[in-house]
């Protein structure tokens, strides 16, 4: 079955620091890639989005990801984080191949420190 | 400002009783979904219709139903809650497959 694993669940920071946040899905067709961001007491919204072009994604707020096929991964960056970022952050893929799906990894809960 | 709204934000209903979530959408996109999210998991997909169409997650159980009258609004219908359907209730929605979600805000709910 489909999954998608993010192994990082919580994440601390300094303000300044570089963030990478860790996106793996098990998948072998094509998939649109997707990074959602819930900032404390606010619903989730999208970061940055990729479904086909260019694999560096370059997303609101600074983020950008990078689709690696032959990894299976989309991991999300940041070169200088904010006390601002902190929020949980879901890596989400959708097939529509086949059957639809939208599967959302577990999230990572990150933490900056001013 | 386009936006999905739900109602209500907070639900609480007894063991049983029957309860409807509602979504509406002022965005005119072709998708609305519902996903359930209990804490510390990712949200799960129960269901989504694109237009009219109704697609089931093939594990979501019988006991959630879903109607879409028109674009703008979408229902979860919960028959009889069980202790374990207390949870966040998101409701999104995007143009067409490849596009982004829009969420609202979620209705939690609680069963006594």
């Known amino acids: 079955a489909q999954s998608v694993s993010q192994h990082n669940h919580h994440v601390i920071l300094s303000e300044a620091a570089s963030l990478e946040l860790g996106c793996n899905y098990s998948?072998?067709?094509?998939?649109?890639l997707f990074w959602y961001v819930q900032y404390p007491g606010q619903h989730l919204q999208l970061l940055l989005k990729y479904f086909s072009g260019d694999p560096l994604v370059k997303g609101i707020k600074g983020f950008e990801a990078e689709f690696i096929k032959s990894k299976f991964s989309f991991n999300l960056r940041k070169p200088s984080v904010q006390w601002s970022d902190t929020a949980e952050y879901f890596c989400?893929?959708?097939?529509?191949?086949?059957?639809?799906?939208?599967?959302f990894g577990t999230g990572t809960r990150l933490k900056v420190l001013a | 400002d386009a936006m999905v709204i739900q109602n209500p934000r907070y639900q609480v209903t007894q063991f049983g009783k029957p309860v409807t979530l509602s979504c509406s959408q002022t965005?005119?996109?072709?998708?609305m979904y519902w996903y359930q999210q209990k804490s510390s998991q990712a949200p799960k997909l129960l269901f989504h219709y694109y237009d009219k169409d109704f697609n089931n997650e093939a594990d979501t159980p019988d006991n959630f139903q879903s109607r879409r009258p028109n674009t703008s609004f979408c229902f979860l219908d919960i028959r009889s809650p069980g202790l374990g359907d207390a949870a966040m209730y998101l409701c999104a929605t995007s143009r067409d497959w490849t596009g982004g979600q829009f969420f609202g805000p979620g209705t939690r709910l609680t069963v006594l």
């Open positions: 989400a893929v959708s097939t529509t191949s086949g059957t639809y799906k939208y599967i």
């Open positions: 965005l005119n996109h072709n998708v």
């Open positions: 998948y072998g067709g094509t998939v649109n």
